[in-house]
């Protein structure tokens, strides 16, 4: 991300938003959405943004607010065991972490380190790469994903899991009105990264999807399929579109987080045509006003 779009777009009025969307997206993607009448999912994940950023999305897009939630819809023996916690006016320290760890940031997206061995990170390094966090609106990184302005800036630890790959599997379950549309599955996320994306009887699908170039590969099928679908039923069912992430670790099932514009929208299908066949699958809600209140 460039500091100077960054700085640019905090300065933009709600009502700028729209033509600064549709500009990144166009230099990102190298076409133009139509948000008059969008039709492929990643012109309607676009309209989402603008239209359907609500503080309740904000609030289960947040990774700690998102446990009480997930607590109340299935039960806490699905959340990642919490091991520490800061607010933005707390100063970050890694004593009493415990060796492997993982630390995110809760008011966005791909903002974490996974932590193999405590006993070699500089503390120096890790308290500047937290304090860049805690004061970064990750809705005007790029994208205007504008549901993270409710959520608070924080960050968590959460206990170290790996599975029998060696890492951590990532089953993304890509939901449409309550209903599975597909799963992407990822392995070797940052070593060597594969994909496959399946349905929910773990068939492989007729198109390849995502956003990064992971290698095409079988990804094997998690001894819990059939609980996680039903899971990700029950957490999507408010929703036009949300993705739910789990992971699995010697058969039992972990929640991960919830994704309301999954891959800022910018995630490719190949064959291309399928975005316009899952688009149309998706009605968009009612428009909101996007009103500009952080909490």
Partial sequence: MRKSLYRRNTRLKPQEYRRALTEWFRL????????????????KIQWLKLYDSTPMKGQLADKYLVREWVEAKIGAHYLVP????????????????????????THGSGWNVIVEDRARLRERVIRKRVSQWMNMRKAMTGGFELHYEFSEPRVIAEAHLADDSGGLRD?????????????????????????????????????????????????ARPKALREMV??????????????????EVDGRVYFGEVTFTPGNGLSDFDPIEHDSEFGSRLNLPEKKTFKGVML
């Fill in 28 to 43: 990102t993607k190298g076409w133009s959405c139509n948000l008059d009448d969008p039709q492929k999912l990643s012109e």
């Fill in 171 to 219: 089953y993304k379950f890509m939901m449409i009105h309550g209903e599975l549309q597909f799963i992407l599955a990822i392995q070797g996320r940052y070593t060597h990264e594969q994909s496959g994306v399946y349905d929910g009887h773990w068939r492989r699908m007729p198109f390849d999807y995502g956003y990064r170039a992971g290698e095409p590969h079988d990804i």
């Fill in 230 to 247: 039903e899971i990700a039923e029950t957490l999507s069912s408010d929703f036009p579109l949300v993705r739910v992430d789990f992971y």
């Fill in 82 to 105: 919490l091991v520490g916690v800061w607010g933005h006016d707390e100063t970050f320290t890694l004593q009493g972490l415990p060796k492997r760890f993982a630390l995110k940031a």
